[in-house]
Every structure is written in C-alpha cells, then in structure tokens.
C-alpha cells in the first residue's frame, strides 16, 4: 500500500490537502461541463451564481460576498466576457456593477438544470457519513475519491430525475403559483401570504434569505420552498409547497432535504417552521427530516398566521 506522504505531515499541510482535493474533483466537473458543452470553469460557477442572485453587484461587493481577494475574482471574470457585463450605477455613474447578459443568464439555467444536478449528488456520496474529527473525515473523503473518482460517481449515477434550482426573476410566477394552488387547497391566502408571494426577491432574498425550485426534465419546475431570515437569529423555513400534477415523485422530500442543506452551508442553525394540524403529511416529513414540536417557536412567532396552530424547531441528528 502506497503511503500518503501529503497526509503524513499532519494538520500543519492542511492547506495543500483542500488544494489536492479540490484540484481532483474540480477536474472531474470540468469534464462534466466540457461533456455537456458549457462554456465554464468549476471555479467561475460561484461567481455566476453570486452575480445571478445578487446583482447587479460591484467587484468588490462580489468578493467580499464569496470572501475572496479581489484580484482573485478579477481574474477569474476575465474569460467571461460574454456572460457577465459591466453597468453604469443610476446612482453613481463612476461606479461599475456586474450583471449578467442574456447569454449569462442561459448559461446559468443551463448550470442549474444539467451541471450541478449530475455534480451534486456524486460529491454528496463522497462525504456521506463521514464520522470521527475532521481531519479523520478528510481521509475518509480522500479514500473515497481514491476507489472512484468524481466523474465516475456522476456517470454511474445517470441523467439526474430531479434537480434544484435557485430563485431567479423568470421564476416569481411559479413561486407565486404553487404555493396559492396548495394554500388555498386547504385555506385561504393571507396577507402575510400575498406580501411575500408577490415579493420573493425584496422580503426573502435580499434579506439574506433563499428560495429554491425542484424540477423534472418531464414537468418542469413542480415544487418550492424558502427559507427566510427571521429575528434573535432564527431562520424560517417557510412557503413550501409542490403542484398536485408532481404528487407521488418525492418532490417535497427531496425539496425539503435540498433546503436544509443549504441552510447548513449558510450556517443557519436556528430553524424554524409554521403550519397548520390539516398538513398531516407534510407534518410526518418535517418529523421524518428532523423537525420537532416547539412551543417556544409558536409563542414567538405563530401569530404571523391565523391557520397557524402548529410550531416546530430543526433538530439534527445528534443534536440535543
């Protein structure tokens, strides 16, 4: 057996060991975009994405956004001229902010519905139940990557049938459309309702908040969820919501599942959710996905809604 010299030098190489990493998996994803002809590095997905969710936004705002040096994301701008273009601010016409061009914004549909939906559940399996400490769960990682590479993990895997794709402004009238279509299945649109179905981007977004879509290749976009920026630090998972033509393919699970990742990532580690005793499936899936019942939550918050008469707080596995 073949000795890792790299992980030998222990945690002081930390650093070189990300960089091995990244460098391999980083190479797999390219090969996935070269495979389906996206005209983009694994490295400039991030930067789009920022650009696509935030801008028009500065170079400097970009950066400190992804906590980069400048000079970093300068460069990696440079080969995107086609898909990201400078603007003059109607405020200051000294300033600059980046936007996406029509080509950008196909391009990261593109990114959303073919490249990351193949990605993202191979580099998943690769840290799946990882245990002991953190540079334990490195090697364990590394092993993995070591039996199969990235790009074998993706081909294995086949055509994704479900992916998620984040909020964009093409997307505001489904997000208003699924959630009225269960809401009034059942109840009727409130004012909070209306407020935030009608104003995804102000309320939720630029609040710091997300909205995610789950799609299909034969339905299209089927289902949606949010999670929004609350106060005292709690973050609501809230306008969860999938198309009656979607029932029966998981949406919910998978959307739900999707969401909590990302409010992992951001590092939401209060969250919370507001329903109603009629939702009993969608109540057994919270419980199913860590949600427990919590008065403290309605106390605080359940009088955002009259159908609101049940609370629940996200517990993850292990945590107390």
Known sequence: MEVDLLAGFGVGFLGSRLKRLAERMQADAAEVARSLDLPVQPAQISLLMTIHLHGPITVGELAERLQL?????????????????????????????????????????????????????????????????????LAQVEARLAEASLLSRIKAAGPPRMWA???????????????????????????????????PRELILDKGGVVLFAETPELGVVGTCALMVSKDGWVELTKMGVLKSA??????????????????????????????????????????LGFVHDAEIMRLFGARYERCDVAMSYRPRGQP
């Not at 909070?192 to 009608?198: G, V």
């Open 165 to 199: 794709r984040d909020f964009s402004d093409g997307l505001a009238g489904a997000f208003y459309r699924i959630n009225a279509e269960w809401i009034e299945d059942m109840f009727a649109l409130e004012e909070n309702d209306i407020a935030l179905l009608s104003k």
């Open 69 to 137: 040096a400048q000079p970093t994301v300068t460069r990696a701008l440079g080969t995107l001229e086609d898909f990201v273009e400078a603007r003059r601010s109607p405020d200051d016409q000294r300033t600059k902010r980046l936007a996406l061009t029509e080509k950008g914004e196909a391009l990261m549909v593109r990114i959303q519905t073919q490249l990351l939906p193949r990605i993202e559940p191979a580099a998943a399996s690769l840290v799946e139940g990882l245990s002991g400490d953190f540079m334990q769960g």
């Open 247 to 288: 029932r029966g393919l998981k949406a919910g699970e998978f959307l739900l599942a999707k969401t909590l990742e990302r409010a992992a990532s951001l590092g939401f580690g209060k969250v919370y959710l507001l329903t109603n005793k009629k939702c009993a499936a969608a109540i057994h899936l919270y419980e199913k």
